[in-house]
Nanobody, 117 residues
Framework: QVQLVESGGGLVQPGGSLRLSCVVSGITFNAYHMYWCRQAPGKEREMVARISWSSTDTKYADSVKDRFTISRDDSKSTVYLQMNNLEPEDTAVYYC??????????WGQGTQVTVSS
């Protein structure tokens, strides 16, 4: 059974930081590209960051470049999203996802991030 379990969300003031974690089980973690995506109320889900299976390639949405950093620890089957200088527009449910560029994409249940004073 494949499981992706996110944690680390919460309420933070503008300008603050959070680190999200996603622990993965049931797949060969180091064979999968990993993603962080988010969905704000009334908006479509969007990709925030991606890291390749080998960690050699990362991609970010323009809206989070230079503020967010994706990383992975294959020894812990965990992917992280370090979010700095958070803005109210970053408020959303954040999801991690895994795929191999083909076939099934696996999703977590999401964690809420709220940026508000």
């Amino acid at each position: 059974q494949v499981q992706l379990v996110e944690s680390g969300g919460g309420l933070v003031q503008p300008g603050g930081s959070l680190r999200l974690s996603c622990v993965v089980s049931g797949i060969t973690f180091n064979a999968y590209h990993m993603y962080w995506c988010r969905q704000a109320p009334g908006k479509e889900r969007e990709m925030v960051a991606r890291i390749s299976w080998s960690s050699t390639d990362t991609k970010y949405a323009d809206s989070v470049k230079d503020r967010f950093t994706i990383s992975r620890d294959d020894s812990k089957s965990t992917v992280y999203l370090q979010m700095n200088n958070l803005e109210p527009e970053d408020t959303a449910v954040y999801y991690c996802a895994a795929d191999q560029g083909w076939g099934t994409t696996f999703w977590g249940q999401g964690t809420q991030v709220t940026v508000s004073s």
